[in-house]
């Protein structure tokens, strides 16, 4: 069974940090662009962040640059999302995405939700004081 399971999250108070860790089970993420999104209550579902497929190349939306991080251990079949200085604004669920992507790759192609075939069921970031 083909699966991405997201941890981490949680309840933290503003200028906090969390990592977010996205496994895969069943298949390998080296064949897999990654991407973190966010959607928050009443809110579209927007992409945070991506990684290709060797993680030289990485995307940040404009509201998370300088303050998320994302990275990948293709070893360990795991991707992170290093979120510091969290605000009250960043309070969503966050899901990650696998997008099918050639091997050993820097390139980025996914952008968009539709892009993406394979989904988490998300964990929940609170921040609030």
């Known amino acids: 069974q083909l699966q991405l399971v997201e941890s981490g999250g949680g309840l933290v108070q503003p200028g906090g940090s969390l990592r977010l860790s996205c496994a895969a089970s069943?298949?390998?993420?080296?064949?897999?662009?990654i991407g973190w999104f966010r959607q928050a209550p009443g809110k579209e579902r927007e992409r945070v962040s991506c990684?290709?497929?060797?993680?030289?190349?990485?995307n940040y939306a404009d509201s998370v640059k300088g303050r998320f991080t994302i990275s990948r251990d293709n070893a360990k079949n795991t991707v992170y999302l290093q979120m510091n200085s969290l605000k009250p604004e960043d309070t969503a669920l966050y899901y990650c995405?696998?997008?099918?992507?050639?091997?050993?790759?820097?390139?980025?192609?996914?952008?968009?939700?539709?892009?993406?075939?394979?989904w988490g069921q998300g964990t929940q970031v609170t921040v609030s004081s």
């Open positions: 990684i290709s497929t060797n993680g030289g190349s990485t």
């Open positions: 995405a696998a997008n099918p992507a050639p091997p050993d790759s820097s390139v980025l192609t996914g952008t968009h939700p539709y892009e993406y075939d394979f």
């Open positions: 069943g298949f390998t993420l080296d064949y897999f662009e």
